[in-house]
C-alpha cells in the first residue's frame, strides 16, 4: 500500500494545529498506511484508525502502522463508508474525522458524507477535516453538501505552510494539485457558492 500525497498534506495540517489536539476524538476514515491518524495520536489526540470492513488487508495496514509507531493503543475499525454497522454504533462521539484521498469515485461521495452526517448526529461539531487529489474539473459536492445540510470550507495551502513541492522531507506532495477541506454541519447565515479547482463548494463568509 501506498501513502498519498494527501496524505502528506492533511498530516501537515495536523501538525500545524498540534496545540489543539491532545484529548480530542478523532476518527480517520479510509485511513491506509494512516499517516495522518498516528500524527494526530502523536500529537496526543485519542485516535480510532478505520478502513473498509471488506478490506482486512487494509484494516492489517492500519495495525502495522500502529505498531511500527509504538500505538497499540489505537483502536482500528472496518468501517465501510455510507454503512451503519455496529462499531459506527458504538463509536464515541467523535470531534474530528479524517478523510485523506478517499473523493476519488464520485459514486462514493454520498456514502462518505452520509457516515459523516451519522456522526454528526453524536456530536454536531464535529468537523470533517479532508485533503483530496484534483483529478477532474467534473467533480462536485454542491449538492450534496446541501442534502446533508453540511457546510464546506477551502483551507489555503499557504495559511498552514503546504503550498510546496516537498513538506516535512517528504517529496510526495510534488506536482500533484492537492487541496484542503474543512467540512462542518450547515449553520443559518448567508451561504456562497464558491468554486475551488473544479469543486463547487458552499461557504460561509
Ligand atoms: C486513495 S486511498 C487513501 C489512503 C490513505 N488515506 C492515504 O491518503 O494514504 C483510499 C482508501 O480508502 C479506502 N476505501 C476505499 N473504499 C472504501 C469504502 N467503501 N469504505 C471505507 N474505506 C474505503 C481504501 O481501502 C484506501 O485505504
Known sequence: MYVWPCAVVLAQYLWFHRR??????????????????????KCGAKVTLSD???????????????????????????????HVSQDLLGL????????????FEPEDF????????????????????STYQVRSADWSLEALLYKWEMRCAHVPL?????????????ALP????????????AEEGPVHMVSVSGLYLLRLW
Open 158 to 170: 499557504g495559511s498552514f505552510d503546504a503550498d510546496k513541492e516537498h513538506i516535512a522531507d517528504s
Open 174 to 185: 510534488g506536482r500533484h494539485t492537492v487541496e484542503m477541506l474543512v467540512i462542518s454541519r
Open 110 to 129: 454520498e456514502d462518505i458524507l452520509t457516515t459523516v452526517y451519522f456522526l454528526m448526529q453524536k456530536n454536531p461539531r464535529v468537523q470533517l477535516w
Open 92 to 103: 464515541p462521539p467523535q470531534d474530528i474525522v479524517l478523510a485523506s484521498d478517499v473523493f
Open 20 to 41: 489543539s489536539l491532545p484529548g480530542k476524538a478523532v476518527l480517520e476514515i479510509g485511513a491506509g498506511v494512516s499517516l495522518p491518524g498516528i500524527v494526530a495520536a
Open 52 to 82: 473498509s470492513a471488506e478490506l482486512p488487508h487494509c484494516l492489517e495496514i492500519c495495525r502495522q502502522s500502529c505498531r511500527m509507531n509504538h500505538l497499540p493503543q489505537v483502536p482500528v475499525l472496518g468501517l465501510t463508508w455510507g
